[in-house]
């Protein structure tokens, strides 16, 4: 006949468990999150290819910048010329430039914007303005932080980024994301906007370094 468990046995073995499982988890959650951040800059990098491509065919101009107020969170998303010229997947959505989520800002596409046209409500067209900071990589040191408007004058051709883990609208609008490093995602904090962005020189740069 078969010893069965006692009750302490089993309070021993459903402790041990716990354990291992307390200790499992949270690295579980790191590997989870390192793994979809790596998703995140690879599918970036794939945006910034097809937009070098679009740009070498139009004569390096970049797509509009969108701003729609009826499309809310969607505010600069992936420029619908993308999809129509097919160097990215075509929307199942009419109101989406291009089929592409953000992994962290689920069913919105990742967001771009450059230093060229701005499109608002589609009805209007005007520069758009993009924050440098001090600092920046490809500034004369006599240059201080400020907007910057069309590429000509930007060190900044465009910017491609998703919003990140633990997003923070309040504290990235204070620190004018996501050109400025600061608001850069830190696997450390766990934190920031996963960014690839072009300068004017062709080098590309990002959080993905």
């Not at 509009?64 to 505010?75: D, F, L, S």
């Amino acid at each position: 006949m078969k010893r069965a468990f006692t009750l302490i046995e089993l309070l021993v073995v459903i402790a041990i468990i716990s354990l291992l499982m307390g200790i499992l988890l949270p690295a579980l959650g790191r590997i989870r999150l390192q793994a979809k951040v790596v998703a995140v800059n690879t599918e970036l990098y794939q945006i910034g290819l097809a937009l070098e491509m679009y740009m070498m065919n139009n004569n390096n101009k970049v797509p509009p910048t969108r701003v729609n107020c009826m499309m809310k969170e969607n505010y600069y998303q992936l420029p619908e010329e993308l999809s129509k010229g097919g160097y990215l997947p075509k929307p199942l959505q009419d109101w989406k430039g291009v089929e592409m989520e953000d992994r962290f800002n689920r069913g919105f596409s990742y967001k771009y914007t450059a230093a060229g046209d701005l499109m608002v409500n589609i009805s209007s067209t005007i520069k758009n303005r993009l924050w440098v900071p001090d600092g920046f990589p490809w500034i004369d040191s006599i240059d201080k932080g400020k907007y910057y408007e069309g590429i000509s004058a930007s060190p900044v051709t465009w910017i491609v980024y998703s919003l990140g883990p633990n997003f923070d609208e309040f504290r990235m609008k204070k620190m004018r994301y996501p050109i400025p490093m600061k608001t850069w995602y830190d696997p450390k904090v766990k934190s920031g906007v996963i960014v690839h962005m072009r300068l004017k020189n062709g080098q590309h740069i990002g959080s993905f370094e």
